[in-house]
Nanobody
Framework: QLQLVESGGGLVQPGGSLRLSCAAS????????MGWFRQAPGKERELVVC????????YYADSVKGRFTISRDNGKNTMYLQMTSLKPEDTGRYYC???????????????????WGQGTQVTVSS
């Protein structure tokens, strides 16, 4: 059973930066397609970015293009989300997700994912 644990959230001023981490309890992270999602109060969970197990993509939501960067270190079984130029509308709980998948496929629908972390809160406010 794959377990995911997010960290790195917090309170940041508009224009600031944060780096989220997602640590996975597996030695074969490279066999999983992964993604970052977020959910604001009263809203549905939405895709932030996703990437295939072979690092094809990544696919970014239009709202974060040019500001957020996904990366993964398979040796450390960890995925990262570097967030810059943060805006108040980026506020929400951020989740990492994974689905077993070899090859170039990446998944934009949260229903495609089998494993989820507990989330980490990001609040952008002055």
């Amino acid at each position: 059973q794959l377990q995911l644990v997010e960290s790195g959230g917090g309170l940041v001023q508009p224009g600031g930066s944060l780096r989220l981490s997602c640590a996975a309890s597996t030695f074969t992270l490279d066999s999983y397609a992964m993604g970052w999602f977020r959910q604001a109060p009263g809203k549905e969970r939405e895709l932030v970015v996703c990437i295939s197990s072979s690092n094809v993509g990544p696919y970014y939501a239009d709202s974060v293009k040019g500001r957020f960067t996904i990366s993964r270190d398979n040796g450390k079984n960890t995925m990262y989300l570097q967030m810059t130029s943060l805006k108040p509308e980026d506020t929400g709980r951020y989740y990492c997700a994974a689905v077993g998948s070899w090859g170039d496929s990446y998944y934009t629908d949260p229903d495609d994912y089998d494993y989820w972390g507990q989330g980490t809160q990001v609040t952008v406010s002055s």
